[in-house]
């Protein structure tokens, strides 16, 4: 693919840079501008543009082609605004198939919890069945980072990038769906029919479907022939992975779910059931994801990947019988915690710390459905780790698990993590308590 045009990256993190990258080596006299809405513009040899002077900039035909960062909402005006002035906007994604797509196996995995997870999985049981596969998108490498690195290639797509996505896989994959990201996309239903994009195609793609996904009305309407889904475990093969499960990392029954998906996904595109069993054996927890740590006698749970109530009720769920404290609350994106609150008493939480914004909700619900709880409002994760200090006694568990983003109060949600896991040692560790 070759622009004739100067081109604008809107958007300047690691998948602008790798844009930037692939840019420079096939067309090295290529012009090309950058464009952020915060932070700082930094491609290397990019013309700085700034938001307030797109419009202008659109107008003058400074650039032929946008190529937006998934971050950024593709439901902007300014998007808008360049498709009527002809101009096109596209991403690294769909740069990464125009120039390596052709002659590879593509396996896309979404989904609004559990994706990273079974997008992980499914490539460490197709590694162990001996096929070159590569991984790339939300967890991995860029996908023009991995370029034409793999004949097989997972992909881990958010639903920014399934919003656009304009080639088809050879087996896409849908966790579950529930409500999520309606900044970006504008509306819950908005956000379903970005997600459901990546399925929702007429082609050769065989779909695979995760146990969540396979109940929800919009799923089944999106998939419509049912003769694409890839074939289902025997049982022979469901007991055999809860027993691989059993003795390795993964932990609770969502990521079984995510186990089974991701067999699937392994068997039809060429893997080894072996494979699979060695995959579920080989897998070590993503960072943030249900990462446990111990100070002193307590256990204390990094899941602050967790931006659902859903997964929330996930992280709970997988320790089932402890005393918990659970920390939640985070970043406004209208989620909806009434459920959650009716839930947290009978998955053994008896203290919740709400932090802003959304832990405001969370808090409501909780007093008025679970008053047993105790329920304290933090401002800040210092001071819920400073108030679960005094409380001890009270539980054997904490879970940060927060069901919202991060950005209100901290740059990421490994940000997050790390602070919280840096707390605990700090607060409750012996040598620092006593």
């Known amino acids: 693919m070759q622009f004739e045009q100067p081109v604008l990256l809107y ?5 602008a840079r790798s844009t930037r990258s692939f840019l ?6 290529l012009k090309v501008y950058v464009t952020v809405d915060s932070g700082d513009a930094d491609i290397d040899g990019a013309e700085i543009i700034a938001p307030a002077d797109l419009d202008a900039a ?3 035909h400074k650039f032929g082609s946008i190529i937006k960062s998934p971050g950024v909402s593709r439901y902007k005006p ?4 360049a498709e009527a002035a002809g101009v096109p ?6 740069l990464w198939a125009a120039a390596y797509r052709h002659g590879r196996q593509v396996i896309a995995i979404t989904g609004t919890k559990g994706k990273s997870t079974t997008a992980t999985l499914a490539h460490l049981m197709l590694t162990a069945s001996g096929i070159d596969a590569g991984l790339a998108g939300n967890v991995g490498l860029a996908p ?3 370029a034409d690195k793999h004949q097989t290639v997972v992909l881990e797509l958010s639903s920014y990038q399934t919003a656009d996505i304009n080639f088809l896989p050879d087996i896409a994959a849908l966790t579950n769906l529930y409500p999520e990201h309606v900044d970006w996309h504008g509306s819950v239903e908005r956000y379903f029919h970005d997600k459901l994009h990546l399925i929702d195609r007429d082609g050769p793609m065989r779909i695979a479907l995760g146990a969540a996904a396979q109940t929800n009305a919009l799923v089944q309407a999106a998939t419509r022939d049912r003769s694409r889904f890839v074939p289902a475990l025997t049982a022979q093969q469901e007991q055999a992975i809860v027993a691989a499960a059993g003795t390795s990392r993964l932990k609770g029954a969502h990521n079984l779910d995510n186990a089974r998906l991701a067999a699937q996904i392994t068997l039809a595109a060429g893997g080894t059931f072996d494979g699979v069993i060695k995959g579920v054996a080989d897998f070590t927890p993503l960072p943030h994801r249900l990462e446990e740590h111990h100070f002193g006698d307590i256990a204390f749970i990094d899941d602050s990947i967790s931006t659902t109530p859903e997964a929330t009720k996930a992280a709970l769920a997988a320790y089932h019988g402890q005393r918990i404290a659970l920390i939640a609350g985070g970043h406004e994106r209208q989620q ?3 459920e959650l609150a009716t839930l947290l008493s009978g998955h053994g939480v008896a203290t919740l710390v709400c932090l802003p914004v959304t832990g405001d909700r969370l808090a409501t619900a909780t007093r008025a459905a679970a008053p047993d709880i105790t329920v304290l409002e933090q401002p800040n994760l210092d001071g ?3 108030a679960l200090l005094a409380l001890r006694a009270d539980f054997d568990t904490v879970i940060l698990s927060p069901g919202a983003p991060s950005y209100n109060q901290f740059k990421n949600f490994e940000e997050r993590g790390r602070i919280f896991v840096a707390l605990a040692e700090r607060l409750f560790a012996p040598e620092r308590s006593a």
Do not use: H, K, V
């Open 11 to 15: 958007g300047a993190g690691r998948e």
């Open 24 to 29: 420079a080596a096939r067309q090295p006299d």
């Open 58 to 60: 659109i107008a003058a």
């Open 78 to 81: 300014i998007f808008q605004t």
């Open 89 to 94: 906007i596209t991403s690294n994604l769909n």
């Open 144 to 146: 023009l980072e991995i």
């Open 336 to 338: 909806d915690y009434a």
């Open 384 to 386: 819920a780790m400073r």
